[in-house]
């Protein structure tokens, strides 16, 4: 009987741990429908497992001050938004003063979820940041005068706007020819002397050029011929004849060359340093040549007539034999070409400028032969002039508002205009330093400007 009991009670507490299971079970099961049917929770569960999800944030608890958060919590926060009933007493006072000036109640922070950031070090020298700072800092801003710093007396300067009568050597001293006499001022100390004087059969001076060595200067005649002097001595070297029959109008210089432009069109190379001084010749111009330049290699000369033309001569190609054909001929222009400009940044781009009829400043590429722009400047374009120092171009004017106009290049926006002469600005000329610039006008007044400003 007794084991009959027994299993019984053994059954019977078996079923009871069945149904408490089931029961505990049903339970977790309607306790999960229960939390799937919550919108916030799925929500959440699914924005933790979304990509889109921001980073936690876990404040740093080796900052926090626990007591003093505490302390705040409790007891420093009454009397404020909620007052309570004050059921303080004196030793209970004390105490809470005494805990308060031990937790620097003071503080407005009671949390600090980061620690301090250390110490900056700078990685970067002074001297190199400095340095970095000022090749970073911006340009400033230059201010052109907008009048000559000084105006000398030109009397006798001819008014002819084929010749070239004005330059500055690199000697820093500048020449000018007026009527039959060439006069030299000295930039350094202001000082003038007297080169030469032709006779009336012979003259007047027509051009003249300065050699690159800053002594020696080519003095071009009305008779056709042209003289070397050295400056420094005042003394006549030599002069050359037969290559000319008229007039020389225009010089210049390519080391020991010395190129001759003339009334009867014809272009010379002459080598100083030898008794047969003709080398080359360059034939394309049927009217006077007014203008010549050699670019900075020494390669390429331009040259620009009172035919309206513009021509490009290759030196590897010259011959001494037989006239040399042109590289490029341009003839774009509608008036004679006298102001021609080489860059000094890019040593294919050439400038030139037209006569009254023309009136533009054109630019060539003159190892394609292609015309890159051309401006209206209004007025007749008589010399031009390259800053060396920035992309920045002047010209000088004749009829009909006798100016010098600064441009910005390439966009060939008008800087300043400068005033001051009363009649044609037939000539200009930079200093060795490449700042000021002297121009000539047949107002018989010699002014220098500086336009250019200081170089970096």
């Known amino acids: 009987g007794s084991c009959f009991l027994f299993l019984f009670c053994f059954f019977v507490f078996l079923f009871l741990c069945r149904d408490m299971e089931t029961a505990f079970s049903n339970s977790s099961v309607s306790s999960k429908k229960c939390k799937s049917r919550c919108p916030l929770q799925e929500q959440l569960l699914r924005r933790r497992n979304s990509r889109e999800n921001f980073d936690r944030f876990i404040p740093n608890r080796s900052a926090m001050d626990f007591d003093y958060a505490h302390y705040m919590l409790t007891e420093g926060n009454k009397g404020k938004e909620n007052p309570t009933p004050n059921f303080s007493s004196p030793a209970r006072e004390a105490y809470r003063k005494q805990l308060a000036e031990s937790l620097n109640m003071n ?82 100390d202001g000082s003038t002397s007297e080169l030469m004087t032709v006779d009336e059969e012979c003259g007047p001076v027509t051009s003249l050029r300065w050699a690159p060595d800053g002594r020696h200067i080519a003095v071009g005649l009305n ?133 009254e009829g023309d009136r533009t400043i054109k630019f060539w590429n003159t190892h394609t032969g292609a015309c890159l722009n051309t401006v209206d400047t209004g007025s007749q374009v008589c010399a031009l002039l390259w800053n060396k120092n920035d992309r920045e171009l002047l010209s000088s004017h004749g009829f009909t508002q006798n100016q010098l106009t600064l441009w910005k290049y390439p966009s060939m926006v008008k800087m300043a205009e400068l005033t001051g002469h009363t009649s044609r600005v037939l000539y200009m000329s930079p200093s060795p330093d490449g700042c000021q610039v002297a121009s000539a006008a047949a107002d018989e007044t010699l002014r220098f400007w500086n336009v250019f400003g200081t170089p970096e």
């Open 223 to 355: 008779n056709s011929e042209v003289q070397l002097w050295d400056s420094a001595a005042a003394r006549l070297l030599r002069t050359l004849r037969g290559g000319h029959v008229s007039r020389v109008g225009s010089l210049d210089w390519n080391n020991h060359i010395m190129t001759t432009g003339g009334m009867d069109g014809q272009i010379i190379n002459n080598d100083v340093r030898v008794r047969a001084h003709i080398v080359e010749t360059y034939h394309g111009h049927h009217q006077e040549v007014c203008g010549l330049r050699w670019s900075a290699s020494g390669q390429q000369l331009a040259s620009g007539g009172n035919d309206n033309l513009l021509h490009i001569w290759d030196r590897s190609v010259a011959s001494s034999n037989s006239p040399t054909r042109w590289l490029h001929r341009f003839e774009e222009h509608t008036a004679a070409v006298k102001a021609i400009a080489w860059c000094p940044f890019q040593g294919n781009l050439l400038a030139s400028g037209g006569g």
């Open 107 to 188: 503080r407005t922070r009671i949390l600090a979820f980061k620690n301090k950031p250390p110490t900056l070090v700078d990685p970067i020298p002074s001297d190199f940041s400095s340095s970095a700072h000022h090749l970073k800092s911006t340009k400033p801003h230059r201010t052109i005068p907008q009048t000559s710093e000084r105006t000398l007396d030109a009397p006798d300067l001819v008014d002819d706007y084929y010749l070239n009568l004005l330059d500055w050597g690199s000697n820093n001293v500048l020449s000018i020819a007026l009527g039959s006499t060439v006069y030299l001022w000295d930039a350094s």
